[in-house]
């Protein structure tokens, strides 16, 4: 199977956008189309200063600073527990422990029909109904 090959302005246009990933962003977000970008970026060409926004350098900005976010949320949660005594850690933990046994019990009540509790739900039985045959079709 033979690949068309792309105009050369096109195959530039591809290039440039790797150079500045926010373009897809903005795009995606219906900013802006790939039309008006790809006839912004011919007529402006690679060095306007409407492209700086767009470059790889404020992704790995981004990045770093959501990293940063994720470590000093980390550190905040340690810093709490270094503060607590262990006793009360370890409470707290029994605490959630015990909550957690409470809902399992009720998921299993609920899940198995109420069986559980030694008959005091009553359980409805049901008879089969019979229901027309959606597709009986009549002979001619």
Known sequence: MEQKQLHPSVQEFKEFVQQHPN???EVRNGQSTWQ???EDWYLLGDDDPKWNSYKKEDTEKEDKKEEKDSKGLFEQITG????MEPDQVQQHITNLSQALGAIQGVLTQFSSGGGATGG????VKS????????F???KD
């Open 127 to 134: 008879e089969p109904q019979e229901r027309p045959n959606p």
């Open 23 to 25: 373009l897809v962003k």
């Open 36 to 38: 008006e970008l790809f």
């Open 136 to 138: 009986s079709f009549r």
């Open 80 to 83: 709490i527990l270094q503060k």
């Open 120 to 123: 005091t739900t009553p359980q």
